[in-house]
Nanobody
Framework: QVQLVESGGGLVQPGESLRLSCAVS????????MAWHRQAPGKSRELVAT???????NYIDSVRGRFTISRDNARTMVYLQMNSLKPEDTAVYYC?????????????WGQGTQVTVSS
């Protein structure tokens, strides 16, 4: 059974940092594209950052330069390092995998982890 399990969310003040982690089942890790999405209260879910198996990354404009997505192939983990957090980054963050090889044949979601940025 494929699983994505997020952790690392919490309550921080503006300007602080958090690192989100996503544990990914070994059966899919090497062949699937990975991403972090977020959903703020009353808003639709949005794609935040993407990382491909070859390490290529992409970000939405509002987080570029502050957030970094990475993957640890040995541990089959995906991370989202979030620096200089702002109140507008408050949302539930979801880990997402799709593939294999860039297709949409299969996709999987984690359960989400809450990030709250408030003074």
């Amino acid at each position: 059974q494929v699983q994505l399990v997020e952790s690392g969310g919490g309550l921080v003040q503006p300007g602080e940092s958090l690192r989100l982690s996503c544990a990914v089942s070994k059966t899919i890790f090497g062949d699937y594209d990975m991403a972090w999405h977020r959903q703020a209260p009353g808003k639709s879910r949005e794609l935040v950052a993407t990382i491909l198996p070859d390490g290529f990354t992409n970000y939405i404009d509002s987080v570029r330069g502050r957030f970094t997505i990475s993957r640890d192939n040995a541990r089959t983990m995906v991370y989202l390092q979030m620096n200089s957090l702002k109140p507008e980054d408050t949302a539930v963050y979801y880990c997402h995998a799709w593939g294999p090889d860039g297709s949409l044949d299969y996709e999987y979601w984690g359960q989400g982890t809450q990030v709250t940025v408030s003074s």
